[in-house]
Structures are given as structure tokens and as C-alpha cells.
């Protein structure tokens, strides 16, 4: 986690550089527990009444484990309840700005949702199909 946060804490500084734009804060959870996305989400309402942006840039793939850390598939939770769940927790804040914007980074190969086997129990394959196919 803590190569992470430093590669979060150098991608807030080269945007604060770029940008002209020092107000910019950054926060690290694991998307694999729905857990630390709540606890996450607490933080930043008890920081912030209000949010310009909201950036959901999370992703995981073929060396991720079977199953996360509340017993759903982890590419799943990651890539899709995780965010979907952050963005409706900060709403509140979100939708006080005027122009605020939420932006969801996704990989080009992202895998189509399999809602007859979402959770991977009938076909789970740890290379391409759940995450490209």
C-alpha cells in the first residue's frame, strides 16, 4: 500500500503542477472491501460539504484473488460495486456545486458484466475473460 500511496501522492502533485491548482486531495482505500469505500466516503463528507470532482480510477485484474475481502468476486467489486457505491454515498456532496463532474477511468479492455454468472461461480477463469475478452 505504501508504493501506492506514493504514486497517488505524485500524480496529486504533477496535477496540482500542471493545473495551476493547489486545492486538490487525494484518498487511498481498497476497492475490494466495501467496507473501506464507506469509510472512505465518511472521511470525505466529514472533510468536505461539497465536491467539484469526484475521479473513480480503480481496477483490477488477472493477479487480483478469487474473492475480496466481503466474499464477491474482487474484479467485480473493484471495477464496478466500489465506485457505483462511493459516487451514490457522496451524492450529497457531489450534487452541490453546480459544475461539479464525476469521472470514471475504465480500461478499453474491460469485460462486459455477465449477469448470468456474476459472481464467477459457474465459469471463473483467471486469465482474459474476467477482465477482457
Known sequence: MAEIKK???????QIKEETGHGNIQTYLADFSSLE?????STEILTEHD????????AGAGFA???????GTETRFTVNYLAPFLLTHL?????QKPVSSRIVNVASAGQSPIHFDDI??????DAGNRLYAE
Open 36 to 40: 473501506e469505500v464507506r469509510k472512505m
Open 64 to 70: 487480483a484473488p478469487r474473492l475480496g475481502k466481503d
Open 7 to 13: 504514486k497517488l501522492e505524485t500524480a496529486s502533485e
Open 50 to 57: 461539497s465536491l467539484d470532482i469526484l475521479i473513480n480510477n
Open 119 to 124: 459472481m464467477m461461480d459457474k465459469n471463473f
Open 90 to 94: 457522496l451524492l450529497p456532496a457531489i
